[in-house]
C-alpha cells in the first residue's frame, strides 16, 4: 500500500506490475480498493500494470464529509495519475465506480485509451432517485453502517452466492461495514448531482466491455444493452445467475473477458 496526497486530500492505493497500458480500478460504495483482490491477484500478476486506489471517504484514505461530487472523485484519479507519472490509461469501474470512469471520461478523454463498465448505468438519477440517496445518506449518518449492511448484502451478492461463496459475501460484507459514514454519505449526495452520461459514451471511440449479472439488483439488461450500443465496438459480457458483483462473483469469467479486452488495447 502507497498513500499520496492529492489536493490535500491522503489517497492510498496499490500500484501492482510495470507492463503494458495502465489499467485503474475504481470501486463502487460503500467499499474499497479490496473488492479488486482478485483482479490485482490475476491480471498485476501476469505482469500488467494495475492501480487500485481508495476513493476519498472509503477505505484507508481521507474521510471528507459533505458532499463529494463524482468529477471530484474524477479529478482525484488524474491527481493519483500525474503524481505517478501516467499518462494514457483504461480504466474500469464497478457500480458507482463506473460513473466515476465515465466521468473521468468526460473530463479527460484524451487520456482513456480503454474502458470498462460493470453492474453500471450511465443515466442520471430521477427525482425519485435523488431523494432516495439523500435519505440513505441520512440514514447512515443517523445510524452508521451496521444495519444498512446486514440489509443491503443481498442486493449486493445473488442470494445464490451468498451461500456459495460465503467468503464472497463476508468481504463484501466486511467492506460495507467498515466504510466511513460521513464518507459514504457525501458520496451518495453527489452522486444524486451526476449527468447522463450517454452522449459521453457515444463519443467514446476505444475499446469497451460492458459486464452485467442477470441477478443484479441495481442494473438491467436494457442498462446493459444500451451501453453496449453507445460504445461502437464494444464487448457485452451478460452473466447468469450472478449478482451486482461480477469481480467476485464470477472472478475467474470476470478476469478471463479482461484479459480479453487488454489485448485490443
Request: glycine share 10%.
Amino acid at each position: 500500500m502507497a498513500e499520496a496526497k492529492i489536493d490535500g486530500v491522503a489517497i492510498s492505493y496499490d500500484d501492482v506490475g510495470s507492463g503494458g497500458v495502465p489499467l485503474v480500478f475504481v470501486h463502487g460504495h460503500p467499499f474499497d480498493r479490496s473488492m479488486w483482490r482478485p483482479q490485482i491477484a490475476a491480471i498485476g500478476g501476469s505482469g500488467r500494470r494495475v492501480i487500485a486506489a481508495d476513493l476519498r471517504g472509503y477505505g484507508e484514505s481521507s474521510v471528507v464529509p459533505g458532499k463529494t461530487t463524482l468529477d471530484v472523485f474524477a479529478r482525484d484519479i488524474a491527481g493519483l495519475l500525474d503524481h505517478l507519472g501516467i499518462g494514457d490509461i483504461a480504466i474500469a469501474g464497478l457500480a458507482m465506480g463506473g460513473q466515476i470512469a465515465m466521468e473521468f471520461c468526460r473530463l479527460f478523454a484524451g487520456r482513456v485509451r480503454g474502458l470498462i463498465l460493470a453492474a453500471t448505468f450511465p443515466q442520471a438519477d430521477t427525482e425519485e432517485g435523488k431523494r432516495v440517496r439523500h435519505a440513505a445518506a441520512d440514514r447512515l449518518l443517523r445510524e452508521g453502517m451496521a444495519e444498512y449492511a446486514r440489509e443491503t448484502l443481498p442486493k449486493m451478492v445473488a442470494p445464490s452466492a451468498i451461500t456459495a461463496l460465503p467468503a464472497v459475501a463476508d468481504h463484501v460484507l466486511d467492506m460495507m461495514r467498515r466504510a466511513h459514514p460521513e464518507g459514504a454519505a457525501a458520496a451518495l449526495r453527489g452522486r444524486a448531482e451526476r449527468p447522463d452520461y450517454g452522449d459521453v459514451l457515444a463519443a467514446l471511440d476505444v475499446p469497451a466491455l460492458v459486464v452485467i449479472g442477470d441477478c443484479d439488483a441495481f442494473t438491467t439488461r436494457a442498462d446493459a444493452d444500451r451501453m453496449h450500443s453507445l460504445l461502437r465496438g464494444s464487448e457485452l459480457l451478460w452473466l447468469a445467475g450472478c449478482g451486482h458483483m461480477p469481480n467476485l462473483e464470477r472472478a475467474s469469467e470476470f478476469n478471463g473477458a479482461v484479459e480479453r479486452f487488454l489485448a485490443r488495447l
